[in-house]
């Protein structure tokens, strides 16, 4: 005999021990009828959005999260109507859910079963605008009109939109919420800030201006300063380079090379039959020779382990490429990239940079890099000291390609030439091994056909 029982769906630690993950929006309602696996909502983690499957098949009877909440990993988030096993009735206490916690599906990527409390009652509140439950001691207090007990219950928020509103001096019982149940959400405080969403009240205040601290003035020129919390993907890159500035004694050299052999075989190879559909770059011929280069210098690709006082060498390349995305600095890697062949390289790098501009690059890749490139070039800089990538022994930067006068079978003539920084650990790469590296790499840049010696 089955009978429906109640599900809670806990927010799953979504890769490399993250600790808490943001709802950015909602793919099911209350009451939508869910498969096994079926995307029920996007949440974004400090490396990337994610979409997340549900790991039931039922119907779903709460949302206990809105979007824009950030949730600590293990907290409900979502609670469905599934059938179950009910031979007979449960018996009590915490031995009555153990058993069907155990046949729980277990996603990919979501780690060990985790048991549920199954109190869906108790969460139904968070459905609607409804008032939190009254604590004990204010039982005891006389009835008081509805508008005095508001203004201390009322502001529906997230943490990172309180934040926001007390750094930029807003009052959230001023402010109207037009997230789902009057919750108020980020936009709700930028526009209550800029005056487009002030109650009728409020304008005459605003227009006023008095009594108006100076932060929270409106002007024609809008806000002199804007402010926003540190979160997501610019959190985590701000530690992670602030932690390998500190830890990692860098070293960064530079070579300026005549490329015009390596741009004229790129111009051949987009005009092959064997490269038809894909696209090629200088990053392209960049990365390819950088793996080459380190089949000859393996110490570049290699990691410092600190707490086991050991030199990790590494016989494998997963080869990060730095994106620049909306949400900030990302290193996606591609896996066993020294084993793909040139245009396989090419389509690789293609999915990865286009998942990572969308912001759908998944906590696998952005994990378990060796060595990174970062294309600078693209912004028309010709060289710089890029940060080591926590972890990686070396990262390369690439420059811009020019046409410069440059020296050329003894004569001055009009070449395409390009500048390669490489910054490295001096703890696991000498300056001989890091020279060698970046030597090597511009040789393969002038004279392509070196491959054939070096690899």
Do not use: C
Request: aromatic share 4%.
């Amino acid at each position: 005999m089955t009978a429906a029982m109640i599900k809670e769906f806990r927010l799953p630690d979504l890769g490399e021990g993250l600790t808490e993950s943001e709802i950015v929006n909602w793919k099911v309602n209350v009451g939508d009828t869910v498969r096994l696996n079926q995307v029920i909502a996007e949440v974004e983690t400090a490396k990337a959005v994610v979409e997340l499957p549900s790991p039931f098949a039922g119907v779903v009877t709460a949302l206990h999260e809105q979007p824009g909440t950030v949730v600590e990993v293990g907290k409900p988030i979502v609670s469905f109507e599934v059938e179950g096993d009910a031979d007979g009735p449960p018996a009590a206490g915490a031995e009555a859910e153990a058993e069907p916690a155990k046949r729980e599906p277990n996603l990919v990527g979501y780690g060990a079963v985790v048991e549920t409390t199954g109190r869906p009652v108790r969460r139904q509140r968070n459905l609607a605008a409804v008032p939190p439950l009254v604590e004990p001691a204010e039982t005891e207090r006389p009835p008081v009109e509805p508008a005095e007990t508001k203004p201390a219950e009322r502001p529906r928020s997230t943490p990172p939109v309180r934040k926001l509103a007390k750094d930029l001096g807003v009052a959230l019982e001023d402010v109207h919420g037009s997230g789902r149940g009057g919750l108020i959400i980020r936009d709700d405080v930028l526009n209550f800030v800029g005056g487009g969403d002030l109650p009728a009240a409020g304008q005459e205040f605003a227009a006023a201006g008095a009594g108006q601290p100076p932060e929270r003035a409106v002007s024609g020129q809008g806000e002199r300063e804007v402010r926003s919390p540190i979160k997501g993907v610019r959190k985590l890159t701000a530690a992670a380079m602030v932690s390998s500035a500190f830890t990692a004694p860098h070293v960064t050299e530079f070579l300026t090379v005549d490329v015009t052999p390596a741009m004229e075989l790129l111009a051949r190879l987009k005009s092959s039959k064997a490269f038809a559909g894909l696209k090629l770059t200088p990053l392209t011929l960049v990365a390819k020779a950088a793996l080459i280069a380190l089949r000859r210098n393996p110490s570049l690709n290699s990691r410092w382990d600190e707490a086991n006082q050991e030199i990790v060498q590494f016989n494998y390349v997963n080869l990060g490429i730095a994106a620049a995305t909306p949400r900030g600095l990302t290193v996606p890697n591609i896996k066993d990239a020294d084993r793909m062949s040139l245009a396989e390289l090419s389509r690789a790098l293609t999915e990865l940079t286009e998942s990572a501009r969308a912001g759908k690059t998944s906590p696998a890749d952005l994990s378990g890099g060796t060595i990174s490139i970062t294309n600078i070039g693209v912004f028309g800089i010709d060289a710089g000291t890029p940060i080591l990538n926590p972890g990686e022994a070396a990262i390369l930067a690439m420059g811009a390609v020019r046409k410069m006068p440059w020296e050329y079978q003894d004569q001055v003539a009009l070449r395409q030439v390009m500048t390669l920084s490489l910054s490295f650990d001096h703890r696991l790469v000498d300056g001989e091994q890091g020279s060698r590296f970046l030597a090597d790499l511009g040789a393969l840049q002038a004279d392509p056909g070196m491959a054939l010696a070096l690899a």
